[in-house]
């Protein structure tokens, strides 16, 4: 019998808008909606608060994919499911209904939730998201094409995942589309420029 509350389970913990709730109990003063980026994730918790600050955030948005996908695995759940339930973690993360429906990119999320649904496929994405990141220091290029590489993988090699991949690939890619049009133009911020407390 499939876990029909496992999407339910996605929603309410992919929906928990971390970076602002430690941003405050840190002593920040600072909505994150209204400065950097207008993101709530790792990325804009860096340019705004610092490295130190943004780690647990990380880690704590990509236990928002991770969580519905290792329960899903650990249950037995098929891939739709699954895939449902990571789709739903990523959607909620972006549009909180915590904070009028302003969330995050999605990308940490996404990421967290790949490394567990396949392995290979998420150390390969975060690997070319390394390298763009190292390279150029833009972490909105290098999210863009460590999606970009999750989708092509999935194409070639797990196909049965590659729409819901997709449907995750496409919602980043939304959520960028302002950072999109800074790289064009030359002003996307560089992650050596952030705070470094």
């Excluded at 929603?11 to 808008?17: C, D, E, K, N, T």
């Excluded at 994150?32 to 948005?61: C, E, H, K, M, Q």
């Excluded at 969330?103 to 690997?127: D, E, F, I, Q, R």
Aim: glycine share 14%.
């Amino acid at each position: 019998m499939e876990p029909w509350w496992l999407p339910v389970v996605a929603v309410l913990w992919g929906s928990l808008p971390w970076g602002p709730w430690l941003a405050r109990a840190s002593g920040g003063t600072v909505d994150l909606r209204t400065a950097g980026s207008g993101s709530i994730g790792a990325t804009n918790v860096a340019r705004v608060y610092g490295w130190r600050l943004a780690l647990p955030v990380f880690l704590l948005d990509a236990s928002k994919g991770a969580l519905p996908v290792a329960l899903g695995l650990a249950l037995g759940a098929d891939t739709d499911t699954i895939g449902v339930s990571l789709s739903l973690a990523v959607w909620a993360h972006c549009y909180t209904p915590w904070l009028g429906f302003r969330g995050g990119k999605g990308v940490a999320t996404g990421a967290g939730g790949v490394l567990v649904w396949s392995p290979w496929l998420g150390l390969v994405a975060m690997g070319v998201w390394s390298l763009f990141l190292a390279l150029f220091k833009r972490s909105s290029l290098a999210s863009l094409m460590g999606t970009l590489t999750m989708v092509i993988g999935a194409a070639l090699t797990e196909p049965d995942k590659l729409p819901w991949l997709l449907v995750i690939a496409l919602l980043v890619a939304w959520r960028h589309r302002g950072n999109v049009k800074r790289l064009v133009q030359g002003t996307e911020d560089r992650v050596d420029r952030f705070r470094g407390r």
